[in-house]
């Protein structure tokens, strides 16, 4: 069965600062990898995706993740934490070969100080 | 295109009223999903459907049903509300390379 688990259910950075935010997943399969934002009061939208391309993966708003198969891991970064930034994120897996069904971890809500 | 859209936003509901969210695309994807979002829990998913006239279960679907009887619409009904489904839920949709899903706005319901 797949998962995935996010570590670390809230993450504080001061502007400027690097953001780490940390995904594991455990897939039988290799797995199709995602990572979604959330603002307040908002559906979640598309910031980058893992499908068995090249390993390190930019998306938008200068975030990117690097798939690292031996680690089972897709961990978001951003080498300048924005205040614009400060959102909850989402890390899902699917399999997109069956349904496309997505499998989310619990999210991680991003503050980010002045 | 309007993408995935969502009605109604917000609804409070009465412990036994039933109700149907709305949920449609304009994008001609064949595969949709009804997911519900609850405090430091993720998305689970509740149903979903990869074509016209074809629904399955997904991770969470006591309470609910969902019919598909166009490639656009995907309503997802409540038949006796109960407190545990105060929830937000969120419709997405995905295209025949299903690998993106797009998700809608979401409805925020209480049930009391």
């Known amino acids: 069965a797949q998962s995935v688990t996010q570590l670390g259910s809230h993450v504080s950075v001061s502007e400027g600062a690097l953001v780490l935010l940390r995904c594991n997943y455990s897939s039988s399969v290799p797995p199709y990898l995602f990572w979604y934002v959330q603002y307040p009061n908002q559906g979640l939208q598309l910031l980058l995706k893992y499908t068995s391309a090249a390993t390190l993966v930019k998306g938008i708003n200068g975030f990117e993740a690097e798939f690292k198969k031996s680690e089972t891991s897709f961990h978001l970064t951003k080498p300048s934490a924005h205040m614009s930034d400060a959102a909850e994120y989402f890390c899902?897996?699917?399999?997109?070969?069956?349904?496309?069904?997505?499998?989310f971890g619990k999210g991680t809500k991003l503050s980010v100080k002045p | 295109n309007a993408g995935v859209t969502q009605t109604p936003k917000f609804r409070i509901l009465k412990i036994g009223q039933s109700m149907t969210l709305q949920c449609a695309q304009d994008?001609?994807?064949?595969?949709m999903y009804w997911y519900r979002q609850d405090p430091g829990m993720g998305l689970k998913l509740i149903y979903y459907?990869?074509?016209?006239?074809?629904?399955d279960k997904g991770e969470v679907p006591n309470g609910y049903n969902v019919s598909r009887s166009t490639t656009e619409d995907f309503p997802l009904r409540l038949e006796l509300a109960a407190p545990s489904q105060t929830s937000v839920y969120f419709c997405a949709s995905i295209g025949t390379r299903r690998d993106t899903q797009y998700f809608g706005p979401g409805t925020r319901l209480t049930v009391l």
């Open positions: 459907s990869v074509g016209a006239g074809i629904t």
């Open positions: 899902a897996v699917s399999h997109g070969g069956s349904q496309g069904n997505l499998i």
């Open positions: 994008m001609n994807h064949n595969y």
